[in-house]
């Protein structure tokens, strides 16, 4: 017998990954508090799927790019007044 969630995993044509906040949360290790609060300010852009919210794994990813340090990427560092 086939679950009917197995089906649909396996029908689905879109691989994209949508979160969930608390699953965002999770992901960008911050509060779901947080979380919630950049999607309430439209910081990230969400969906309502039946009545509960979903976050596109692309629109995560352009926000990331927004509020990259690109000193930590580069190694540089700031210097101390002395």
Known sequence: MTRLADTQTAT???PRPFFSPKTLAAHLLISERTCRQLLTDR???SYRVGGLRRIDQADVDAYLVTVRDDRAATGATRRRAA
Do not use: E, H, Q, S
């Open 12 to 14: 689905r044509t879109d």
């Open 43 to 45: 910081v990230i852009p």
